[in-house]
């Protein structure tokens, strides 16, 4: 380590947490506190769950001198998003048992839950264990789940990516037999030797850490946006190689430009059987020149513009047995999903459906949570079929044989699910903001649906209806729905008040720029009412929103 000042707290605490215990398996027995300690707190995440507050309630339980409305959000491992309809049922039945009756998918491909109070912490990983799942790594300086471009049955170089990623995260995976002692088992399990973390070491990573694996044209797990990212390089449908991106984040704080959202930077190309040795060699250079005394910057993106790109890919190359080769061209065309029906080469049928900013549940006449697990529960569909989840926070029923594909169109429209959302709506996303996210300055998914619905009624003044402008909201500046990259982003500063970031790329390759700030609903669509007049009027032909606003405002 090249780093003199000293250690962050949280670097002390995973040394001397005997590898993630430290006291969780004490606090969990006491009930009588719904929350943990900071520190046991902090550990948690590392087994993938957060101790979270209904923010909602926080003045009237304060005003009584109650203590805040503790809960846990528990965040799965799912590695490029893919469940067996058995998996997804089982977690569907855990959302009623343990949590707030929703499954929340994430940005990341995953599922959340919300609300799961400590008594029922272990019945819902063990819940979860019984599924064949775990939340190891879900959360924590470790590397997170791994994302791949949706729907491993589309092609065998799909197949393939989501392959890379399920690899990926199994060689990263903390070797700790920590979250299954403490969560899972009732006796302590004592390893067979000493235990230790061969890639990680005691004190794991200074920062999380986040891998995709892309496959072009389509850039759904938005590449540029993470720490490590491999874009496959496709020969005859085989993946031969990948183009590596690195030092991709988005993370910031108002108020502090030494934190920025930074798009990762291409750093050379891998054979395909390289891929671990090359995954390897940038998560140990981050292990051992990321900043670990202070954890805002302590992200790759950081490690990359304090030392500069040379000398990364330098230090890259030297844990190589080869080193990388010059990058190989890809092209990407857009960072959403495409909804509705699709075939694979054996005939089964694939649907994607858009699931507004995540969240499975039933609400009134839409019976969304209802509807997924009759379709899990299928004859036939529940031994072939799978259920995945996308970064785009959206869901593929995949697999259904030409029989069923009616049978699930009845499904749906029997639960009030129709699909005939805007063009607008359907590549939106917010982040969960409140009222569970501790760090939420403003509200994200409760508040983004209603401003795209005036959003839309002033695309169709200037006939703009069936444009595609990828819009993203958070409830603050950590970047949780990828707003920096998106074409109109809304990022959270106030209670009701956003900065407006405009001109990010339709495939998610470039920044955005912060357009207007701390901006009512009033404010930003005041400001975006002649913009869309203007782009209307003046774009060229096949030009973009944001392509339209780098070109116009900057
Ligand atoms: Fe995130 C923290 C939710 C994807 C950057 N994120 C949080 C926490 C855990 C709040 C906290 O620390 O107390 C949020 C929990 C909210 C809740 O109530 O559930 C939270 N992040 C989410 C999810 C659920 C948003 C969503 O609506 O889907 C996503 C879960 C992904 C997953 O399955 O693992 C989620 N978070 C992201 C992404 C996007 C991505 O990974 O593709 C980012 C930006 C990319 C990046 O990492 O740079 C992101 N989350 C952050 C950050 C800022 C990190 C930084 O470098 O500064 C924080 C705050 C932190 O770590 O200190 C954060
Ligand atoms: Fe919470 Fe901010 Fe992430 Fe939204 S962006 S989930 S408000 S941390």
């Given amino acids: 380590m090249t780093d003199q000042k000293p250690l962050s707290r949280n670097e002390t605490l995973k040394a001397g947490s005997d590898f993630l215990r430290g006291t969780l398996p004490e606090a969990l027995e006491q009930q009588a506190f719904g929350g943990l300690t900071e520190d046991e707190g902090q550990l948690v995440k590392f087994h993938g769950m957060y101790v979270q507050d209904d923010r909602d309630l926080r003045p009237e339980r304060a005003k009584r001198k109650l203590d805040r409305a503790y809960s846990f959000m528990a965040r799965l491992r799912i590695p490029a998003g893919i469940l067996t309809p058995r998996q997804y049922l089982a977690m569907d039945q855990l959302?009623?048992?343990y949590a707030n009756h929703t499954l929340?998918?994430?940005?990341?491909?995953?599922?959340?839950?919300?609300?799961?109070?400590?008594?029922n912490l272990r019945a819902s990983l063990r819940a979860i264990d019984a599924a064949l799942l775990d939340s190891i790594a879900a959360c924590g300086d470790v590397n997170r789940n791994v994302m791949a471009t949706s729907n491993p049955f589309l092609s065998r170089a799909h197949t393939e990516a989501a392959e890379a990623a399920r690899t990926l995260s199994a060689h990263f995976l903390p070797r700790t037999g920590a979250w299954r002692e403490i969560f899972i088992e009732d006796e302590p399990v004592t390893p067979p030797q000493p235990e230790a973390e061969p890639i990680y070491g005691a004190t794991y990573l200074p920062r999380k850490f986040k891998m995709t694996v892309a496959v072009p044209p389509s850039n759904d797990v938005d590449v540029f946006a993470h720490d490590l990212s491999f874009v496959a390089i496709i020969e005859s449908d085989r993946i031969i190689g990948y183009t590596i991106i690195a030092g991709g984040g988005m993370g910031a704080t108002h108020g502090e430009p030494e934190t920025y959202p930074r798009v990762g930077s291409i750093i050379g190309y891998c054979p395909a059987a390289q891929l671990l040795e090359a995954a390897q060699a940038v998560l140990t250079v981050q292990r051992d020149f990321g900043d670990r005394s202070?954890?805002?910057?302590?992200?790759?993106?950081?490690t990359i513009d304090t030392h500069g790109l040379d000398w990364f890919i330098a230090a890259v190359n030297e844990r190589l047995q080869t080193p990388l080769e010059p990058a190989r061209p890809f092209t990407f065309t857009d960072n959403h999903d495409s909804f509705g029906w699709a075939q694979d080469s054996d005939g089964l049928h694939h649907l994607t459906l858009f699931i507004e900013n995540g969240r499975i549940l039933d609400a009134g006449t839409m019976k969304l949570k209802s509807a997924l697990a009759a379709i899990a529960r299928l004859p036939d569909f529940i031994d072939q079929g799978s259920i995945i989840f996308t970064p785009n926070q959206n869901a593929i029923i995949a697999r259904i044989t030409p029989a069923q594909r009616q049978l699930i169109e009845t499904i749906l429209a029997d639960h009030g699910i129709t699909q005939n959302f805007s063009p607008l709506r359907s590549t939106a996303m917010a982040c969960v903001g409140l009222p569970t996210c501790g760090l939420a300055l403003a509200e994200s998914e409760r508040y983004l649906p209603s401003l795209i619905t005036k959003l839309e009624d002033l695309l169709t003044q200037h006939g703009l209806a069936s444009e595609k402008i990828t819009t993203r909201m958070t409830g603050c500046p950590n970047g949780c729905a990828r707003p920096y990259i998106a074409e109109i982003g809304l990022v959270g500063r106030n209670p009701g008040r956003y900065n407006l970031h405009l001109g990010g790329a339709p495939d998610g390759a470039r920044l955005n720029f912060i357009h207007r700030e701390n901006a009512t609903e009033p404010e930003i669509l005041e400001t975006l009412a002649p913009l869309f007049a203007r782009f209307a009027a003046e774009r060229t032909s096949t030009e973009s929103f944001g392509d339209y606003c780098t070109r116009t405002l900057l």
Avoid: E, M, P, S
């Fill in 95 to 97: 959302a009623d048992t």
């Fill in 104 to 119: 929340r998918l994430t940005t990341r491909q995953t599922i959340q839950f919300h609300g799961v109070i400590k008594a």
């Fill in 294 to 302: 202070n954890r805002k910057h302590a992200r790759l993106k950081y």
